[in-house]
């Protein structure tokens, strides 16, 4: 699938890992490739060895024209909800970047609130290098963090999971109750909160 572009200098691509864990912010990232500069490989970070991101992720803020990571808060996604939360840090994303683009592609069925032309493009991440380069740098800092986490909370395996609700993420919620990063407003974690009342 050829994805149209428009014909304008600065494009950037928006896109954000963390929907769905139970755990942690929503990262967006926002990207403007630099033409002079390609980069090999971009695709849905999700097809990359963990190895293949981490190097990747470098080498796009070493080459993109300029890039912005932005984020809401667990706070935030527990008072917006996970879609709005979501829209605001893309908005955050975009509005960070040191180039104003002229263009914005957004990775997904929605847009956020942009000042710029914007076209939401489905599984772009596969289809729109600028999108991919986004998926990666969100992805690659989204995990950081929940490295970070892990060393933090060592009982609560952040490192293997992610933070997404896997049955080892439940269990050591059963266990030990819920940290101050988990999210308040998703139903798994209100059950343990109920359940530990």
Do not use: W
């Not at 909370?153 to 919620?173: D, I, R, S, W």
């Amino acid at each position: 699938m050829q994805i149209e572009r428009p014909d304008v200098q600065y494009i950037a691509g928006v896109d954000e890992v963390g929907r769905g864990p139970l755990v942690g912010d929503v990262v967006t990232a926002a990207v403007i490739l630099d033409p002079n500069k390609p980069i090999a490989g971009l695709t849905d970070s999700k097809k990359l060895s963990e190895k293949k991101r981490i190097a990747l992720a470098q080498e796009i803020k070493e080459k993109a024209l300029c890039y912005h990571i932005a984020r809401a808060t667990v706070a935030e996604i527990d008072e917006l909800n996970i879609l709005y939360a979501t829209m605001l840090a893309m908005t955050r994303a975009v509005e960070g970047l040191e180039v104003q683009p002229q263009h914005v592609f957004v990775d997904g069925n929605r847009l956020p609130k942009l000042n710029v032309a914007a076209t939401a493009v489905v599984k772009g991440d596969s289809l729109v290098a600028e999108i991919s380069a986004a998926s990666i740098l969100a992805k690659v800092t989204r995990d950081n963090e929940m490295l970070a986490l892990d060393a933090e909370y060592p009982e609560f395996g952040f490192a293997g999971h992610k933070g997404y609700p896997t049955k080892a993420h439940f269990a050591a919620l059963e266990a030990h109750g819920v940290t101050p990063h988990h999210r308040t407003s998703f139903k798994p974690v209100q059950r343990i909160i109920a359940g530990k009342e």
